[in-house]
């Protein structure tokens, strides 16, 4: 059964900084990896998808690396903005599924 | 392309009656997704359907819960005679048919159950 985990659970850092997540998954025998973003009370917005194949994505000041062997992926954010206080999931679809298994989260706040 | 519509977007049942959520795929997509967050709680998988059929119902509650995706009209989840337990963020996604590996959520249903 695919299990993830997300480090830390809740970070709290000045604007400015970079910022590291991290997430693992115990079954390496995934399809995809999905980073999103949930905003308190709203939906989820994909942030970055990185396919099984893949060893990275970039979008914007986000960039999130795979890596399928050690079963871990970080997501890593550059210049943080308070705007980018949210809880940030990980998600993955494992081989012979269509389902997502979601990580508890991290909570990320960006004071000014 | 409007994206994945869910209605209502919050809900407000007694203890004993009947929560019907709401789901609108993308246009072309024919696999459709619900996921439950409980509060404090990640999500979870519940059911996977593709027109007229469930492919996957492993997270699904063995009892009072259904799903429905007809070849017309939105996908349904069906929460009979529902439970304060039951009050929890629901989400819909959906994906097309080449790359059913993709999922696009919608806003989700807040079932709020007094």
């Known amino acids: 059964k695919q299990e993830v985990t997300q480090i830390p659970a809740a970070l709290s850092v000045p604007e400015g900084e970079n910022l590291v997540l991290n997430c693992s998954f115990t079954?390496?025998?995934?399809?995809?990896l999905q980073w999103f973003r949930q905003d308190p009370g709203k939906g989820l917005t994909s942030l970055l998808l990185?396919?099984?194949?893949?060893r990275e994505q970039t979008s914007g000041r986000l960039n999130a690396s795979l890596d399928k062997s050690s079963g871990r992926s970080t997501l890593y954010i550059a210049a943080s903005q308070p705007g980018d206080s949210a809880t940030y999931l990980c998600?993955?679809?494992?081989?012979?599924?269509?389902?997502?298994?979601f990580g508890t989260g991290t909570q990320l706040k960006v004071e000014l | 392309n409007a994206g994945v519509m869910q209605n209502p977007r919050h809900l407000v049942r007694r203890r004993g009656q009947e929560a019907r959520l709401r789901c609108s795929p993308m246009k072309g997509h024919s696999h459709v997704y619900w996921y439950r967050q409980l509060p404090e709680e990640g999500l979870k998988f519940m059911v996977y359907l593709q027109k007229e059929n469930i492919i996957d119902e492993s997270g699904m509650p063995k009892e009072r819960f259904s799903a429905e995706f007809p070849k017309e009209g939105p996908s349904i989840l069906r929460i009979q005679q529902v439970v304060r337990g039951d009050s929890a963020a629901y989400f819909c996604a959906s994906s097309p048919d080449r790359a059913k590996n993709i999922q696009y959520f919608g806003a989700g249903t807040r079932l709020s159950v007094l």
């Open positions: 079954d390496s025998a995934i399809y995809n």
């Open positions: 990185i396919q099984s194949s893949q």
């Open positions: 998600a993955v679809i494992t081989g012979g599924g269509n389902k997502l298994t």
